[in-house]
C-alpha cells in the first residue's frame, strides 16, 4: 500500500500558465494595435494632403432668410460624386457628427457642434436623392439623404441621416425643386 500513497501525493500534473509567454504575446498584441491605428491615422492625414487642393468650405452668410426647412440628425461624411467610397477628409469634411441642418433661399446650413460648420450656396446645389450608404457607413435603402453640391471644381456628395427619417423625402422634393428653380430662372436671364 505504501506505493500506492506515495504515487498519490506526487504531484499529477505540471503549471499549465506560462506567464513569460502569455506578457510576450499579450505585448505583441497592443504593439499590433497601435501599429495598425498609426497607420490609419496617417493614411488619413494623407488623404487630406493629396485634397489640399479643395477650397475653403464656405461659412453661413449674416442673413440666410428664413428657413425653409430644418432638422437635427447626423452627418455622416463627403466623398467625390458618383463614387461612394472615395471620402473627403480635407476641411474637416470627413468627420462624422451630429448635425444641424437648415435650408433656406440662400443655401444649405450645415451645423455640426465639435466639428467644423460649412455652408452650401443654393447656386452650387446640384441635386438631392435618398440612397444607402456612403464612405463607410451603409443603411438600409433611403435611408440616408445625400446632397449633391458644387465646390471648387469637383461635386460633393454629402450624406446626411435625420432623427426622423420620414423628414428624407419632403428634403428630397424641397431641394430638387430649389434647384429647377435656380437653373429655370438663370436660362430665362
Same mark, same amino acid.
Given at each position: 500500500?505504501?506505493?500506492?500513497?506515495?504515487?498519490?501525493?506526487?504531484?499529477?500534473?505540471?503549471?499549465?500558465?506560462?506567464?513569460?509567454?502569455?506578457?510576450?504575446?499579450?505585448?505583441?498584441?497592443?504593439?499590433?494595435?497601435?501599429?495598425?491605428?498609426?497607420?490609419?491615422?496617417?493614411?488619413?492625414?494623407?488623404?487630406?494632403?493629396?485634397?489640399?487642393?479643395?477650397?475653403?468650405?464656405?461659412?453661413?452668410?449674416?442673413?440666410?432668410?428664413?428657413?425653409?426647412?430644418?432638422?437635427? %440628425?447626423?452627418?455622416?461624411?463627403?466623398? @467625390?460624386? =458618383?463614387?461612394? #467610397?472615395?471620402?473627403?477628409? &480635407? /476641411? !474637416?469634411?470627413?468627420?462624422?457628427?451630429?448635425?444641424?441642418?437648415?435650408?433656406?433661399?440662400?443655401?444649405?446650413?450645415?451645423?455640426?457642434?465639435?466639428?467644423?460648420?460649412?455652408?452650401?450656396?443654393?447656386?452650387?446645389?446640384?441635386?438631392?436623392?435618398?440612397?444607402? %450608404?456612403?464612405?463607410?457607413?451603409?443603411? @438600409?435603402? =433611403?435611408?440616408? #439623404?445625400?446632397?449633391?453640391? &458644387? /465646390? !471648387?471644381?469637383?461635386?460633393?456628395?454629402?450624406?446626411?441621416?435625420?432623427?426622423?427619417?420620414?423628414?428624407?423625402?419632403?428634403?428630397?422634393?424641397?431641394?430638387?425643386?430649389?434647384?429647377?428653380?435656380?437653373?429655370?430662372?438663370?436660362?430665362?436671364?
Amino acid at each position: 500500500m505504501t506505493p500506492l500513497i506515495s504515487i498519490a501525493a506526487e504531484q499529477k500534473s505540471a503549471e499549465v500558465t506560462d506567464w513569460a509567454a502569455r506578457v510576450g504575446w499579450l505585448v505583441g498584441l497592443v504593439l499590433f494595435v497601435a501599429l495598425v491605428y498609426w497607420l490609419m491615422r496617417e493614411g488619413w492625414k494623407w488623404r487630406g494632403t493629396l485634397q489640399s487642393d479643395l477650397p475653403e468650405v464656405p461659412s453661413a452668410p449674416d442673413d440666410a432668410g428664413p428657413a425653409r426647412l430644418s432638422m437635427s %440628425g447626423r452627418y455622416h461624411g463627403s466623398t @467625390t460624386a =458618383g463614387q461612394w #467610397l472615395d471620402r473627403i477628409v &480635407a /476641411h !474637416g469634411l470627413g468627420t462624422r457628427s451630429r448635425a444641424e441642418l437648415t435650408l433656406t433661399d440662400a443655401g444649405l446650413d450645415v451645423v455640426r457642434p465639435g466639428a467644423t460648420d460649412f455652408f452650401v450656396p443654393a447656386a452650387q446645389l446640384r441635386e438631392a436623392r435618398l440612397d444607402k %450608404g456612403i464612405a463607410g457607413k451603409v443603411l @438600409t435603402e =433611403g435611408g440616408l #439623404l445625400v446632397v449633391t453640391w &458644387a /465646390h !471648387g471644381d469637383r461635386l460633393i456628395d454629402s450624406g446626411f441621416r435625420s432623427d426622423t427619417a420620414a423628414e428624407h423625402n419632403e428634403w428630397v422634393d424641397v431641394i430638387n425643386s430649389m434647384i429647377n428653380t435656380t437653373s429655370t430662372e438663370g436660362a430665362e436671364r
